[in-house]
C-alpha cells in the first residue's frame, strides 16, 4: 500500500522560499510517476509539476510555476521534494504529493494519480 506524507508548509512572505518534502513507501513497483499539486478554496486542484522514477527522471510544470519552483526525487529514499521560489500570494494553498503507476509522459491531471498525501498549508502574505 502507497503511503505519502508532506511536510515542510508554513507561513512566508511575498518573494520568500521554502522546501516541500514528501516521504513515500510502499510502492510495488520500480517505474511510477509522482508529482506536486495544489488547492484553494473554492478552486480545482492544480497540477505544478511532476517527475518520473525513470525515463531519465524527466520533469514536467505548470506554467505558473515554471521557473520558480523546482521537483527533485531521491530514488534510493523515495523521497520527494518541492523547491518554492519567488513565492506570490496567489501561491497560497493546501499542497499536495501524489504518486501513480506507471510513468508520466505530460503534465498530467489530478484525477489520474491514484496515491495521494494528506497535504501541507503554504500561505504567502504581502
Known amino acids: 500500500q502507497v503511503q505519502l506524507a508532506e511536510s515542510g508548509g508554513g507561513a512566508v512572505q511575498a518573494g520568500g522560499s521554502l522546501r516541500l518534502s514528501c516521504a513515500a513507501s510502499g510502492f510495488a513497483a520500480m517505474v511510477y510517476c509522482m508529482g506536486w499539486f495544489r488547492q484553494s478554496p473554492g478552486k480545482e486542484r492544480e497540477a505544478l509539476a511532476v517527475?518520473?522514477?525513470?525515463?531519465?527522471?524527466?520533469?514536467y510544470y505548470a506554467d505558473s510555476v515554471k521557473g520558480r519552483f523546482t521537483i527533485s526525487r531521491d530514488n534510493a529514499k523515495k523521497a520527494l521534494d518541492l523547491q518554492l521560489n519567488s513565492l506570490k500570494t496567489e501561491d497560497t494553498a493546501m499542497y499536495y504529493c501524489a504518486a501513480r503507476y506507471p510513468s508520466c509522459y505530460t503534465l498530467l491531471t489530478p484525477s489520474v494519480f491514484g496515491f495521494w498525501g494528506q497535504g501541507t498549508q503554504v500561505t504567502v502574505s504581502s
Open positions: 517527475i518520473n522514477t525513470a525515463a531519465g527522471g524527466r520533469t
